[in-house]
């Protein structure tokens, strides 16, 4: 595929301006809507009992000033590469090559999962992709899609994203008409509280994964048309759509499936208590089609981020390679595809994922702490958030709450992670030191 070197425009260098409020809607909205829904409401009926869709709505109003917060930042740059470019403007490269490390990892880890769990959800009706050389093909397949689409251009990428995320809203809506329509003739399936009582760090924790993501939609900034008037109404209005839905299925799980708490697929056996088994088979397609949101939303906008370091050397240039035709950076698109699934084929991505909520939320705070800094050098037509000192105070309170939950194992896995992003940094550095001529050779 023939590159070329990235022409210097406006924005980011060789992609160009093409994403308007919709298109960062569907990229936010995907990065949180994703597998996590499908699961979730089992464990989160184990630990809140009838609780848990309050909390859902809860969790949403938590996370509102950390948005309000990343909706100031993403106005106050016109380039992309998201939470590594706020913390490179305030605190250096280095720090920035960190961010953007442990970005690309945290959403590396979750691609592979989900990739895993859309399969998951195909071998229900074609059996023999369970396992074997059949499994490691499909994977394969799934992949190369998915890249393809997101290097053939912006527009086949938003159009698929947009025929994805309607696929997998519409039989979640669907769910929630049908299951508030027979509402009244349906017996409580739940106790107020579960048996071991209220655990209310540990389900916070848990339903903030199911929000987490929306960073997706803010590592390609520098191609959205009018980031300071869309960045704050995509962040928003996915943030709000999210906390009513979730509530809303939450809310029906408990009311219609029996020992919630038990179930390895509640979402399912709500499709299948509503409906019957054709209604399984719907949700089982609209997980198909959620987690192929998620997927194609990740793979359009991680690869920026390796995209992003490359064209500043501090990861090997051939990343930073755009394709002519298309003008998508396809050398970053092919590397991330390629990651995600061998990841996703050997299944050593499980301690990675696990550590993905800490990971986001330590970015997440040193976002917030470059907000002063990302402020003085933004455009002078910029968002600002109103009290933005105090939202920025209570929002990285609200990280450090959740922090205190996360057990262990994740904290020192997250150490070894952020390590050997030093190890690269450093050799990338090494790689573009100056060579000095050799001096005079002395007489023989």
């Not at 809860?58 to 740059?77: E, R, V």
């Not at 409906?275 to 793979?299: K, Y």
Request: one cysteine or more; hydrophobic letters at 55%; aromatic letters at 8%.
């Amino acid at each position: 595929m023939a590159t070329t070197p990235p022409p210097a425009t406006e924005g980011k260098p060789g992609l160009g301006r093409r994403l308007g409020a919709a298109g960062l809607w569907l990229l936010v909205l995907n990065g949180m809507v994703g597998a996590g829904i499908f699961g979730i409401p089992a464990e989160a009926a184990r630990l809140a009992g009838a609780w848990s869709p309050a909390l859902f709505l809860l969790t949403a109003l938590l996370i509102a000033p950390i948005l309000l917060c990343f909706s100031q930042l993403a106005s106050g740059t016109r380039e992309s590469g998201g939470p590594a470019r706020y913390v490179q403007i305030a605190f250096g490269a280095q720090a920035g090559f960190q961010t953007g490390w442990a970005l690309y990892i945290a959403r590396l880890t979750a691609f592979a999962a989900n990739l895993s769990l859309m399969l998951a959800a195909i071998t229900h009706f074609v059996p023999v992709l369970a396992e074997g050389p059949a499994r490691i093909v499909a994977l394969a397949a799934i992949v190369g899609v998915v890249a393809a689409l997101n290097i053939v251009g912006v527009s086949w990428a938003m159009r698929s994203l947009g025929a994805l995320t309607v696929a997998k809203l519409l039989p979640l809506l669907l769910l929630v008409a049908l299951g508030l329509a027979q509402w009244p003739a349906a017996p409580a399936a739940v106790d107020l509280l579960p048996a071991e009582g209220l655990a209310l760090g540990p389900a916070l924790l848990l339903m903030v994964y199911a929000f987490v993501g929306f960073e997706s939609g803010l590592i390609p900034g520098g191609e959205a048309r009018h980031p300071a008037r869309d960045m704050p109404r995509a962040l928003l209005g996915a943030l709000l759509f999210c906390g009513l839905l979730y509530a809303a299925l939450q809310w029906l799980c408990l009311r219609f499936v029996p020992e919630l708490s038990t179930q390895t697929r509640p979402l399912v056996a709500l499709g299948e208590a509503l409906l019957g088994p054709w209604g399984a088979s719907l949700v089982l397609a609209t997980i198909v089609a959620s987690v192929g949101g998620n997927l194609m939303s990740s793979m359009f906008a991680v690869p920026r981020v390796t995209h992003s370091l490359a064209e500043q050397s501090l990861l090997p240039r051939p990343l930073a390679a755009v394709s002519v035709r298309f003008r998508t950076p396809w050398a970053s698109v092919l590397l991330y595809a390629v990651l995600a699934w061998a990841l996703a084929a050997t299944g050593s991505f499980v301690l990675l994922a696990a550590m993905s909520v800490l990971v986001r939320l330590l970015m997440y705070l040193a976002c917030l702490a470059a907000m002063p800094a990302v402020d003085r050098q933004g455009p002078p037509d910029r968002w600002r958030l109103p009290g933005g000192p105090a939202v920025a105070l209570f929002a990285a309170a609200v990280c450090v709450a959740l922090l205190s939950q996360v057990q262990w194992p994740a904290v020192l896995g997250t150490a070894g992670l952020l390590a050997s992003g030093s190890l690269l940094y450093s050799v990338a550095r090494w790689q573009q030191r100056p060579v000095s001529p050799p001096g005079p050779q002395p007489p023989a």
